[in-house]
Every structure is written in structure tokens, then in C-alpha cells.
């Protein structure tokens, strides 16, 4: 099963940028989509965006015009721009590989640890 290791979390101020990174140091990902996600206290994981091998990305109308997912399975490291972030917007933030793009997280198959975004004054 692929491995995978995010980073780049922190804490941010309202309307500050953010990026994440998500990659596979022992495993390749030509083929794959990789997903991001995240989970806020108390809350379900919810879908934020995926980026397939072909680099169609799909977003959750709740950071669509803020966040944009690029980068290239085939070298092993996607990215999420995170711009104009929200104190809503704090949740542990998780990417996922797996054959198909979804927001759906039960969908996918292997996953990262998590990193951690905070956004608050």
C-alpha cells in the first residue's frame, strides 16, 4: 500500500495563504489520484479536492476560488495552495491515493497521517 506523508500545517491568520504538501518518498504514484481531506473537531472527514494522473481536479464548493490542488503524480508530490483561509477552515488536513478522483473519503484506499491548520487571530 502506497505510503503517504503531508506537510506544511500551521497556523495561519484570516486571510492568510497556506501549502500543503503531500508525498510518496517510498513509493511511486503514476497512475494514481491523489485526494485531499480534512477533519475538523467533532466533525466527519469531509473532501476538499482531488487532482487525477491526467491532472483533472475537482474542488468542494466551499474552497473553490481559494484553494487550488496541482502537481504531478508521476514525480511523487501534489500540492494545495490554501489562499484566504477561514477560522472554518481549521481541521487536520489529510491526502489519500487511490485509481479514481472523489470526494467521497470511504472511497479511497491509502492515506496520510495528517497535518494540522489553524486559522485564527
Known amino acids: 500500500q502506497v505510503r503517504l506523508v503531508e506537510s506544511g500545517g500551521g497556523l495561519v491568520q484570516p486571510g492568510g495563504s497556506l501549502r500543503l504538501s503531500c508525498a510518496a518518498p517510498?513509493?511511486?504514484?503514476?497512475?494514481?489520484?491523489i485526494g485531499w481531506f480534512r477533519q475538523a473537531p467533532g466533525k466527519e472527514r469531509k473532501g476538499v479536492s482531488c487532482?487525477?494522473?491526467?491532472?483533472?481536479?475537482h474542488y468542494a464548493e466551499t474552497v473553490k476560488g481559494r484553494f487550488t490542488v496541482s502537481g504531478d503524480t508521476a514525480k511523487g508530490t501534489i500540492y494545495l495552495q490554501m489562499n484566504n483561509l477561514k477560522p472554518e477552515d481549521t481541521a487536520v488536513y489529510y491526502c489519500?491515493?487511490?485509481?479514481?478522483?472523489?470526494?467521497?473519503?470511504?472511497?479511497?484506499?491509502?492515506w496520510g497521517q495528517g497535518t494540522q491548520v489553524t486559522v485564527s487571530s
Open positions: 489519500a491515493a487511490d485509481l479514481f478522483c472523489s470526494l467521497q473519503p470511504d472511497n479511497w484506499g491509502a
Open positions: 517510498e513509493d511511486r504514484l503514476d497512475g494514481y489520484s
Open positions: 487532482i487525477t494522473s491526467s491532472r483533472y481536479t
